[in-house]
């Protein structure tokens, strides 16, 4: 298997790419905050500087860790719905379902690992720029100086292998579990008494109850505690997540929406693009997915860290600063999550180049067939900013209340619009010119 796995790189260089980007700058995210924790724990470093060099990684490299991982299971899993032809021919000639899974880890595994060097690299240039940007501002002394060590930045880097490996095993459960000789169809419904997606369901409502309270447990702390930050960040986080479990429903939501807003006689790529978000709306759940995390993390990131500027405008300069710089770190989160949502939007729509040529053979001209595209992805990035966003203000109004006592704070139209317009810009500009290409090749 391992030999298979080796080989089938180059025939799958577009998955493998958009895998090891995710890869890399997951690794670089990860490395960084590890090489900062290594410089406060070091030796070297003075006691009144360690506390805030070691609280601050794990807070945001918690949190950072989680998104990787969600966020390779997810490329993964989109990277790998155009290779069900070749994995049921690998199943046809014998191969048990855990030895796809062990075939597909060991890919993810490889590409992760050809990644580590520049993502090591990588990361300690930007533990490296977020300790002087500390020293420059003052808020550690320049006693304290850059040391990360070896150890943490590279449990850093096998802490995103591992994440990887457990991604591809995740992400591809359920297309190795497939019977090699059964359809495209999903199984018929066995008669359990349960609803389908229950468990995933659950799951989403569990993980959103914990991140509100995550959040919400702030208002019983001092407004200095770093600990208001170190809950709401991850509150955040765990809040989009959740959402994003739930894109199938609100892809459903979109359609229902679409219906009831859109005549009755409307175009032809308009009634299209409705028909596929109600026939086939795993097509667009990559773009659900990954624009809710998003818009999710960015916006109530971005606000929690503008509350916080407005506090350390009123209590010092410390607090402004310190802000200044976790929107250091925010950016480059959103940098990575833009890439993944880049990457799958890449994947999803290149797989569809069959549809696109059917469509073609049945009169559809170029221009409908991609006008199609864009009201279905113009469809899934409307409900996702709109989710996001919900999950981003209700994560951040503890923060806010706690903060300035005022909850309107969490609403500040600057970080969501922000983070709405690079989101929109990323997610139509991307479908359109790989739509456009993809059309036309079809």
């Not at 060097?117 to 002087?132: E, Q």
Request: charged share 10%; with cysteine.
């Amino acid at each position: 298997m391992i030999r298979i796995a080796i080989r089938s790189f180059a025939h799958h260089r577009t998955s493998a790419i958009a895998t090891g980007l995710v890869a890399l700058v997951g690794t670089i995210l990860v490395t960084g905050m590890m090489s900062l924790l290594g410089t406060g724990l070091a030796g070297s470093t003075t006691d009144a500087d360690r506390e805030f060099l070691v609280q601050f990684p794990l807070i945001v490299g918690g949190w950072t860790v989680a998104i990787v991982l969600f966020a390779m299971v997810s490329t993964i899993s989109v990277a790998l719905g155009g290779r069900a032809g070749e994995i049921a021919g690998i199943r046809l000639i014998g191969a048990s379902p855990r030895q796809v899974q062990w075939m597909l880890a060991v890919e993810t595994a490889a590409i992760t690992a050809v990644m580590a060097l520049p993502g090591l690299a990588g990361g300690y240039l930007v533990g490296w720029a977020v300790t002087r940007s500390l020293h420059a501002a003052g808020l550690t002394s320049a006693a304290s100086a850059f040391a990360p060590g070896v150890l943490l930045p590279v449990l850093g880097v096998l802490v995103v292998l591992a994440a990887s490996v457990l991604a591809a095993w995740i992400g591809s459960r359920s297309l190795a579990r497939r019977s090699p000789v059964a359809d495209a169809a999903p199984p018929p419904r066995r008669r359990t008494g349960r609803r389908p997606g229950r468990g995933r369901r659950v799951t989403a409502t569990i993980m959103i109850g914990a991140g509100l309270a995550s959040s919400a447990a702030v208002l019983g702390m001092d407004p200095a505690d770093i600990l208001t930050t170190a809950l709401t960040g991850p509150g955040c986080v765990l809040v989009a997540v959740g959402l994003c479990v739930l894109a199938p429903e609100l892809v459903a939501a979109v359609n229902l929406v679409l219906r009831a807003v859109l005549p009755a006689h409307r175009a032809a790529p308009s009634h299209l693009a409705a028909v596929n978000l109600s026939a086939a709306p795993d097509r667009v759940r990559p773009t659900v997915t990954f624009l809710t995390l998003f818009v999710g993390v960015a916006a109530g990131t971005l606000s929690m860290q503008g509350i916080e500027n407005a506090a350390g405008l009123a209590g010092g300069s410390d607090g402004q600063v310190l802000a200044s710089i976790n929107y250091f770190v925010v950016a480059l989160i959103a940098a990575f999550m833009a890439i993944a949502l880049t990457n799958n939007l890449v994947a999803s729509i290149t797989q569809r180049r069959a549809e696109f040529a059917v469509m073609s053979l049945v009169g559809s001209t170029g221009g409908q067939t991609h006008r199609m595209l864009v009201r279905e992805i113009g469809a899934a990035t409307a409900v996702s900013t709109v989710a996001g966003s919900a999950g981003a203000f209700l994560a951040v109004l503890p923060f806010a209340i706690v903060k300035t006592g005022d909850p309107l704070q969490a609403a500040a139209p600057l970080p969501y619009a922000i983070t709405i317009a690079i989101g929109v810009c990323v997610t139509l500009g991307v479908s359109s010119l790989v739509g456009r290409h993809v059309i036309r090749t079809a």
